[in-house]
Every structure is written in structure tokens, then in C-alpha cells.
């Protein structure tokens, strides 16, 4: 079956042209762009027109001419002829999983460039892929065709050179060459130059900056997460040291509950509560309770006087804190822990 072929040679002028602007059969004195025999023109009034080679001129190794050479081809006379090209709008979006962390940024918008010149790389060209360098003044942009699906590489190197990059995908011409029996070339012009939906960057010099300010805020976002997931082991490790302190203090308090008489905890209790009596007689409004020994005693000493410690709770000798002192001393367990902190003091 032949090669469905799009476009041709003219032998009179050496300029690409498509089927439908030829006369038909032999009379339209081309031949193929890739192995120069010549073609006919077939512009039935049924079947989709296109090119194939003279059945008389076919050469004994076939031809690789496929629909995809001849579409590039055309590309580049395109290029070459024209001076201006639509860029798409450029929305760089980033994501970072560690941090959950996602921004759009706009790279740039639609608009319509001007290009002086159009180079073709030596090398690019395969079976689905081309280049195209545009010259934009001092800059440049390369432009790779493909009928492949979405090209997903990103800065295109050109003589060493970082290169802006788009893409422009060209699959849907397979459709509208079938479709469409005249005027191909327009649409394929439209498609190149003029619209914006079948093209999207891979690469533009301002997109290095919205990495970097992102990569900034993930670096710091990530320093918080771990600033906060520091403090909360940090947290926890209090919270377990606590839950171990008070275990062993209500361990001590049961080994002296044990070895310790009932009057002993009695006369302490007594002891704490006519200490706290004789300070309120002397006249003191306020006082201070020791932590570790809860013994009272005026708040102008530093240092607890039975027990050397420095960590006390400030207590107001009103009436109501007096009211039932003894029971409270009783509930608080203030004579057991009094007694534990006085051994723990002799060992």
C-alpha cells in the first residue's frame, strides 16, 4: 500500500507544496522530497488526495518517506518563510511531598515573537521528532516538533548554549490530513505559528528563579516541621520524665507509708501545720512553702531552712487557706512527702 504523502517537491521551483495546490496525476511535475524519483498526484474525488511514487520510477530499495518526514519538511519551509510565531502561556507548577507544599507560578504569558532566522541542527530530524532553532534577536528558542506525544525534556542545549524550549505536538494532523481535502498547508501553518493549544514549554531562563524562591520556602517550611517536630519529642520526653518522676515519688511515699508509723505521719502533719501557725502569729501575711520538704517559712530567705532547697510556692495566709489546714496538709499528703525528702536527705 503506498505512503499517504502530504507534501512534494516542485521540480520547476524546488519549493514544498501540497497536494491539493498541484495539477493532478503526472502533470504535477514532482518528485518526493526524500528520494527525488518522481510522484503523481492523486486527487480522486472520494479518497483523501496525496502524493505516491510512479509505479515505473520506484527504485529497487524502498523509499523511507512516511507522512511524519514530509509534515517536517513543510515544517521548516514554514519556518523559514515566515517571521513571527504564538508562544503559549507558561504556568510553572511545583510540588514538594515532604513538605505538602505546591505552587502555580506564571512564567510568562501568551504572546506573538518575532524571529529573524529559523536553523535546523544537524542530526535532529527522526521518524517523530525535529528541531527548530528560532534567532530572537540576541536570543534563541528551540522548538521541537513531535508526533509522539507530549515532549517532556526540559532546557534544549544549543552549542552548549541552555536554550529556551517548547513543544509543539503535532499527533492531531493525522486526523485533519484525512479529514481536510484542501488546504492542509494552511492548517499546518495555523497550527505552527498561529495557535497556542498544541504547544507547551519545557523550559524558560525565568523559571530558574521560582525554583529557587521555592526550594528557599520548602528548605525553610522543612526547618519548621522539624523545629516543631523537635519540640514535640522534646515535649514527650518531659511528659515521660514527669510520668516517671511522680511514679517514684509515689513509690517513696509507699515505702515510707510502709516503714513509717502513723503517728510519725500525724506528728509531721502537726509539725508542718503549727509551723505555718507560728508564721501567721508572728505577723507574716505571706510565706513561702518548700517543694521538697513542705516546711513554711518567711519569704526574704533564699534557701529552705530544713532543707537547703531553693524551689518553694508562694502561699497567702488568708483565712480561707487557714480554715482546715490540717486536713489539707492530710489530703495533700504533705507529711509523707515531708518525710521522704528528710530521708532521702540523710541517706
Known amino acids: 500500500m503506498d505512503v499517504l504523502i502530504p507534501f512534494a517537491k516542485d521540480k520547476a521551483t524546488g519549493t514544498i507544496v501540497a497536494v491539493d495546490e498541484v495539477k493532478r496525476g503526472k502533470a504535477c511535475n514532482c518528485v518526493c ?34 507522512f511524519e518526514r514530509a509534515v517536517f519538511w513543510m515544517c521548516r519551509e514554514i519556518f523559514e518563510s515566515s517571521n513571527q510565531i504564538t508562544l503559549p502561556e507558561y504556568q510553572l507548577k511545583q510540588q514538594d511531598s515532604q513538605t505538602n507544599l505546591a505552587e502555580v507560578v506564571l512564567i510568562t504569558q501568551s504572546s506573538v515573537i518575532q524571529y529573524h532566522s529559523a536553523q535546523f541542527p544537524a542530526g535532529t530530524e527522526s521518524n517523530l521528532r525535529d528541531v527548530v532553532i528560532l534567532n530572537i534577536g540576541k536570543h534563541r528558542l528551540a522548538v521541537t516538533l513531535g508526533f509522539k506525544g507530549k515532549d517532556r525534556s526540559e532546557a534544549y542545549y544549543y552549542e552548549g548554549v541552555k536554550t529556551s524550549h517548547i513543544s509543539i505536538e503535532l499527533s492531531s494532523l493525522y486526523q485533519a490530513f484525512k479529514k481536510q481535502n484542501n488546504g492542509f498547508r494552511s492548517h499546518l501553518t495555523d497550527v505552527l505559528l498561529n495557535q497556542a ?36 519529642n522534646q515535649a514527650y520526653i518531659a511528659q515521660l520524665k514527669e510520668r516517671d518522676r511522680r511514679a517514684e515519688k509515689q513509690r517513696q511515699r509507699q515505702q515510707l507509708i510502709q516503714v513509717t508509723s502513723a503517728i510519725d505521719i500525724k506528728n509531721r502533719c502537726e509539725l508542718l501545720v503549727k509551723t505555718v501557725i507560728a508564721l501567721k502569729n508572728a505577723g507574716h501575711i505571706q510565706v513561702k512553702t518548700c517543694d521538697n520538704c513542705k516546711f513554711s517559712q518567711p519569704v526574704e530567705l533564699e534557701a529552705c531552712q530544713y532543707c537547703h532547697q531553693h524551689h518553694f510556692k508562694l502561699v497567702t495566709l488568708d483565712d480561707y487557706f487557714i480554715k482546715g489546714l490540717a486536713n489539707k496538709y492530710w489530703q495533700w499528703s504533705y507529711a509523707e512527702n515531708s518525710l521522704v525528702a528528710v530521708r532521702n536527705k540523710t541517706k
Open 197 to 232: 493549544a498544541h504547544k507547551h514549554w519545557n523550559y524558560h531562563p525565568r523559571q530558574e528563579n521560582a525554583v529557587q524562591l521555592f526550594s528557599e520556602k520548602c528548605k525553610q517550611r522543612h526547618e519548621e516541621l522539624k523545629a516543631k517536630r523537635d519540640a514535640a
Open 33 to 66: 522530497l526524500f528520494c527525488d524519483l518522481p510522484v503523481v498526484a492523486n486527487q480522486g474525488e472520494i479518497n483523501r488526495p496525496y502524493f505516491s511514487h510512479e509505479a515505473k520510477a520506484v527504485s529497487d530499495e524502498p523509499c523511507p518517506i512516511n
